[in-house]
């Protein structure tokens, strides 16, 4: 089922992209309405073009896809990459790091 999901998921996704890039946009034709084009401006464009019902269709399409592979990976094993990580163990054998030396020492030499 899963396998199946994405490769619906994938073609929807290259449907929806085409099916935009085919579309023209709100201001194409604003250009051509100055020039003397019968086209209205600013008013309604009329009825809704099957271009537009389809990529409604293939969106809805493309967020249900969404969602399952969503849910789907959701609900997958619950593992951690640190599973089959060993714990390192700390030595008591190592030795102590050395002691800083004090700046009283380091003074008193700088005023020789």
């Known amino acids: 089922m899963f396998p199946v999901l994405i490769v619906l ?5 290259v449907a929806l992209i085409l099916i935009v ?5 709100k201001g194409a034709g604003m250009g051509a309405a100055f020039g003397g084009s019968s086209q209205t401006v600013f008013g309604s464009s009329g009825a809704t073009s099957l271009l537009h019902k389809v990529t ?20 997958g094993a619950n593992t951690s990459i640190m599973q089959d990580v060993q714990p390192v163990e700390q030595t008591t054998d190592a030795p102590a790091p050395a002691a800083p030396t004090s700046p009283a020492n380091d003074s008193a030499q700088d005023k020789k």
């Open 9 to 13: 998921h994938v073609c929807v996704c």
């Open 56 to 75: 409604t269709g293939v969106a809805v399409v493309f967020m249900l896809t969404s969602l399952g592979l969503s849910i789907f990976i959701g609900r």
């Open 21 to 25: 890039l085919l579309q023209k946009g």
